[in-house]
């Protein structure tokens, strides 16, 4: 898996610290760094998304993200590197999520922080092979999956989608819990519903996440958890922030309180790894979507790194 070279450009003020820039930041990544460093992964998948009936061009996603976050300003040196990108050729999705946790797996048990750059939402579970793979999940560990979605993706299907990632979690680890903030339900079915109750799944609707709400459910879900995985799904996010999404929500989530979400977290000491899913260059307008998901990750990989001193 090559480091994605060309994605980390843009422009350059100078050299030394007050200057710097993500892509001044991003080195090749090489086993036994840094311990807690950020290691960017790219899993450029859209197989999911057209497994599941939705608008391809996902796998164009991981280098959008690199592009969007490599001009950002840091406040302060940190050491980030680059692992390159998982590729799902054709239909051969569960090769390329295998592959995926197999490469997290390797960088936990190397004491580096994986943030996962999607492609489709298939890239959780693939994901999540990394965390249940890894040293860092030793017996009696309760891993928490706190997901940002407007879909539970809990669906029924025979044939792994973008769709089905945490029903086929939930039913293969049985010390997994599953939260949900942002569900739309015109967007979910009874069916959906009926089995995240069935799994004990944790949610919260997109019109009951005003900011204090958020907060309490977040806290109380990392209160009963040992290790966090946090998915983001950028369809969570309102159309006018989010558009280029295979599914662009007509209501969503205000951006100031996803935000605020991914501070507590990035807080709670809990987190290991983090994914972010379905931004989908094709559709995106003035790189809005990639922007502020760019936007996210920055947020997220400094505020972990100050947590982790």
Known sequence: MPMSLESWTGRADGDTPEHLRWHQAVTEY????EPGACVF???ASEAGVRRNKGRPGAAQGPDALRRALAPMALRTPLRACDAGTVTVTGDELEDGQRRLGERISAL???GAFPVVLGGGHEVAYGTYLGVAGSARRTPGTTVGILNLDAHFDLRPDPVPSSGTPFRQILESDADVRY???GISQPSNTTVLFDTAER???RYLLDDDCDPERARAFVADFLAGIDLLYLTIDLDVLPAAVAPGVSAPAAYGVALPTIQAVCDQVTAGGKLAVVDVA??????????RTARTAARL???IVTGHRRDQK
Do not use: M, S, Y
Request: hydrophobic share 40%; net charge negative.
């Open 30 to 33: 090489t086993p036994g760094g």
């Open 41 to 43: 992964v790219g899993f």
């Open 108 to 110: 936990l048990d190397d």
């Open 179 to 181: 939260a949900v903030l």
């Open 199 to 201: 799994f004990g799944v």
């Open 278 to 287: 379905e931004l989908n260059p094709e559709l995106d307008i003035d790189q």
């Open 297 to 299: 990750i920055h947020r």
